[in-house]
């Protein structure tokens, strides 16, 4: 059973023994924060603004931060064609793409217990170049419209000339996996007589400015794209 079929209902012993069987660098090292549900690991997917997407270049490990947009299973990517991720990807290989939503800063009673609550996915699977034409721009409009909803139908389309510059890799996901912590800090019981303030900060992602281009003209209204962010 692949963990996308996980049932939420297994019992503890069943989840072990799905980690075991998986490979180790799919495996959450500390169970307690492991999240089995594979929907809440792709919420957390579509709710990150950007990835960091690692894989090996001549040798060596690189970790890129990237736009990411997900349809159904498949995440895609994109940039210039000459970008070394794009580039010097070899069809079929191996990638991990990691995102984090911070929820909140756990300010503890000893700087030891100081933590942060958070929501973090790891997914590894295999990258494609995408050279279907119909693949290319529904991932092209999902990759645009996870910047503003709805922005791909306000914008003048892509050349044949953008197009062709650039270069859209589709990750097919073989593991998925979810950590998350949440909750007060977790002293040390002698602590928490202490005279020393503890507790969580709260954080959370916000629209602070909107800057019109410099050379926008003056009679051109905000789109709908952009009202619906500013709403949200």
């Given at each position: 059973?692949?963990d ?11 989840r ?22 594979p929907?809440a ?36 990517i ?7 991720i ?45 050279v ?54 977790i ?37 709908r ?8």
């Amino acid at each position: 059973m692949s963990d996308i079929e996980i049932d939420q209902a297994a019992t503890p012993a069943a989840r072990r023994s799905r980690r075991a069987s998986l490979p180790r660098h799919a495996r959450v090292r500390v169970g307690k924060r492991e999240v089995a549900d594979p929907a809440a690991a792709f919420e957390v997917l579509d709710l990150a603004r950007i990835a960091h997407v690692g894989f090996v270049d001549e040798g060596r490990p690189m970790v890129i931060p990237m736009l990411h947009a997900r349809i159904k299973r498949t995440l895609y990517i994109h940039g210039a064609k000459a970008t070394r991720i794009v580039k010097g990807m070899q069809d079929r290989a191996p990638v991990c793409l990691t995102v984090t939503l911070l929820d909140g800063i756990v300010v503890a009673r000893s700087a030891f217990h100081h933590s942060m609550n958070y929501r973090s996915v790891v997914v590894h699977g295999t990258a494609r170049h995408v050279v279907n034409d119909w693949e290319r721009k529904a991932a092209l409009v999902a990759l645009t419209d996870r910047l503003l909803p709805g922005r791909w139908d306000e914008v003048r389309p892509m050349t044949d000339k953008e197009l062709a510059a650039t270069g859209v890799l589709a990750i097919e996901v073989e593991h998925i996996t979810m950590k998350r912590r949440e909750g007060p800090p977790i002293d040390d019981e002698e602590d928490y007589a202490l005279p020393v303030w503890a507790g969580v900060v709260e954080l959370a992602e916000t629209v602070t400015t909107v800057t019109p281009d410099g050379r926008l003209a003056p009679d051109v209204p905000r789109p709908r794209s952009l009202r619906d962010l500013e709403e949200t």
